[in-house]
């Protein structure tokens, strides 16, 4: 087949189905697309990615949506980072932040700075020297400044909000523009009998549904990708072993105060999730059940929740990997069905964004040229393998007293990629990062200082300033970010004064 592509079936709806058909109406619709996107309203979503990383802006940029009115509408609020209990061990905390550490001293980066004083046995936290870190931890919020005097102005926000509403709010937006919603479930997928591309979808309302390109975003079943076109799945549970979550939203003890991060608190065969939302609190553990029982992690969590339950327990199964074809003939998968990744750094939703953005970028024409398919699965399992590596990372660094989990985990081999990032920071001091990064030097920074990876040298020019102007200007510094923190507005104000409260006070 020649001419351009004009005719696309979305086979799922949810955060997946939803983010997809917006995007490409808004993008592509001068264009004469038509959009079919078919789900049952009998089949429950996932519904629990409630915590994103600040890209989601982007993708509100790019569909010309008010943050604070979007968030409005799905009960959102701030996300500074996430704050990690216990992770290294019982009773040890940070915050990951989303932006930068101090400030740099001509070309020395910060982290040699710090370095260099932890050698001496005089750094303070990391967290004192990241003011994403420090309005967290008070509780405040603030706009970014457009032009950050420094370094340690410098950081970003993300949100939390509530994944049903977020995708209700988008199919609004997508079916006023044209897209056509039928709400079947499939029953049988026809493939040509020469290409195996998929021909059309049967649907158990007797409708059969056709289109040059079919988006896979039926979660789990991979209905399509897998089911039909046979992609195959990549596994890394040796190296990911939580294979089951439980989520259960319950009433928040304080109502009014409102964390504007993600707590991450390590269990004995897992970890526990809290995110904070205007109306509730999310919650949920993430666990392995090599090491725990499906009652036994269920009790778990039901002593963590703060309020009374809203809501019966939600039970997931999963699979650490991805699909060893995200884009095979004329199907992509887009996320949970191109893969998964478990929710610790909040990346579900990103990776949705990345495939959007990926087949934008590689948009076809109704040949379906192989070479596009090849550099979107060869992106998409970089990707993949980036955020897997970070995630693994505060696994293994762990030096947690108990559980059997923790003890494999320090214990395994890691992926080559990582062991040679984690070699060169030792080493020197030196960030490595690869093409397809999600996370940056800050957010390896962070790990490797609170997971207590020390490098044994750094930049030799460091070596040049005085120990004692450095504790000097790091001791000013500090007092800086601290005063400039409590400068920011209590989250709950800050979400009234932009007009994001669902219910204005």
Known sequence: MQGPVTSVVILGGGTA???????????????????????????????????????????FESLSLDPFELMRATNGTIKLGIEFEGWRHEGHRFIHPFGRYGIQAGPIPFRDIWNRLHAADDASPLDDFSLGAQLARAGRVFQPPREPRGDFEAFDWAVHFDAGRFAQYLRQFSEARGVRRIDARLKDVALHPDTGHIESLLLDNGERVSGQLYVDSSGFHRLLIDGALHAGFEDWRHWLMCDRAIAMPCAATDPLALSP?????????????????????????????????????????????????????????????????????????????????EPLESTSISLIQMGIDKLLHLWPDASMPDALATEYNRLSIQEFERIRDFIILHYSAN???????????????????????????????????????????????????????????????????????????????????????????????????????????
């Open 17 to 59: 189905g939803w983010m997809t058909a917006a995007s490409l109406l808004h993008r592509l619709g001068k264009l004469g697309i038509a959009v079919t996107l078919v789900e049952s309203s009998q089949i429950g979503t996932i519904g629990v990615g409630e915590a994103t990383v600040p890209a989601i802006k982007r993708y």
């Open 261 to 341: 991060y993600t707590r991450s608190r390590a269990m004995d065969a897992g970890w526990t999730w809290r995110i904070p939302l205007q109306n509730r609190v999310g919650n949920g553990y993430v666990y392995s059940s090599d090491h725990i029982s499906d009652d036994a992690a269920l009790r778990s969590l039901q002593l963590e929740l703060e309020g009374a339950p809203l809501a019966p327990p939600n039970p997931l199964r999963f699979r650490a990997g991805h699909s060893r074809h995200f884009w095979l003939k004329n199907c992509v998968a887009i996320g949970l069905s191109g893969g998964f990744l």
């Open 399 to 505: 030096n947690r007293a108990g559980g059997e989990l923790w003890r494999y985990c320090r214990d395994m081999k890691l992926p080559d990629s990582l062991a040679h990032k984690i070699e060169l920071y030792r080493a020197h001091g030196t960030i490595v990062e690869y093409a397809s990064e999600s996370f940056f030097e800050p957010s390896w920074v962070c790990m490797y200082a609170n997971f207590g990876i020390e490098a044994r040298s750094w930049d030799p020019l460091t070596n040049l300033l005085q120990i004692e102007d450095l504790k000097d200007v790091t001791r000013r510094l500090r007092e800086d970010i601290a005063a400039i923190a409590a400068e920011g507005t209590m989250h709950r104000d800050f979400l009234r004064l932009c007009g994001a409260l669902a219910t204005p006070e």
